[in-house]
């Protein structure tokens, strides 16, 4: 990854600290990236913001999980196109499928493979245009 994406900006929503330390340090030199705790937190952030690109983990702290966040962020005027990969310990066949199916563009399984996540984060922000939704 090289850094001219560096004004790429990418939200990342996760109530586990390790998690939200490991994704600023495996992309953070990369993009520019905000770290969210809670639902509440990444919505009133989307209120003055656009990203590139969302990750979201399934389960939060809270009432709202990854996938109701998700419905109310597209509901948002100027996010109903931007891509949303899940980043969820939810590992079964079912669980990708079904968080699949409820909007996300993409699917990442915990613990992250390093390599891999980072790539799939650069041709998520690289083929914006390309991805459907």
Same mark, same amino acid.
């Given at each position: ?10 939200? /990342? ?5 390790? !998690? ?6 495996? +992309?953070?030199?990369? /993009?520019?990236?905000?770290?969210? !705790?809670?639902?509440? %937190?990444?919505?009133? +952030? ?14 939060? %702290?809270? %009432? ?44 990442? #399984?915990?613990?992250? #493979?390093?390599?891999?996540?980072? %790539? ?14």
């Amino acid at each position: 990854m090289e850094n001219s994406y560096h004004q790429k900006k990418i939200l /990342y929503v996760d109530d586990d600290l390790q !998690s939200r330390l490991l994704v600023r340090h495996l +992309i953070g030199k990369f /993009y520019d990236i905000a770290l969210c !705790s809670t639902a509440e %937190e990444a919505l009133q +952030i989307l209120e003055t913001n656009n990203f590139s690109l969302f990750l979201l983990d399934i389960r939060l %702290e809270g %009432e709202i999980t990854g996938i109701e966040l998700l419905i109310e962020i597209r509901n948002m005027p100027g996010h109903e196109r931007t891509p949303a990969v899940a980043v969820t310990a939810f590992a079964f066949d079912e669980d990708r499928e079904r968080i699949l199916s409820s909007g996300f563009s993409g699917y990442m #399984a915990k613990p992250i #493979a390093l390599n891999q996540f980072k %790539e799939m984060v650069k041709n998520y922000v690289e083929n914006q245009e390309a991805i459907p939704c």
